[in-house]
């Protein structure tokens, strides 16, 4: 059962789920990411990967 990420409950009806990414693990696969349809906008994404990715963004738009 996929567990909401805003309030950390379970979403037991699959019609309420909504897909958010996939978070990898360390030493694993990973794991999916759902959040409730009415808690959606609750889900901020993580600051750090944000600004790792716009650095990595900004690298290769310099390179070219």
Do not use: K, T, Y
């Not at 019609?15 to 958010?20: G, H, K, S, T, Y």
């Not at 990411?33 to 959606?40: L, T, Y």
Request: net charge negative; charged share 25%.
């Amino acid at each position: 059962m996929p567990v909401c990420q805003a309030c950390h409950e379970g979403i037991p009806d699959p019609d309420d789920a909504v897909f958010l990414g996939h978070e990898e693990g360390n030493s694993g696969p990973g794991w999916e990411i759902f959040a409730h349809r009415a808690h959606v906008d609750q889900v901020q994404p993580d600051p750090v990967a944000e600004r790792a990715l716009a650095r990595l963004l900004i690298a290769r738009a310099f390179e070219s």
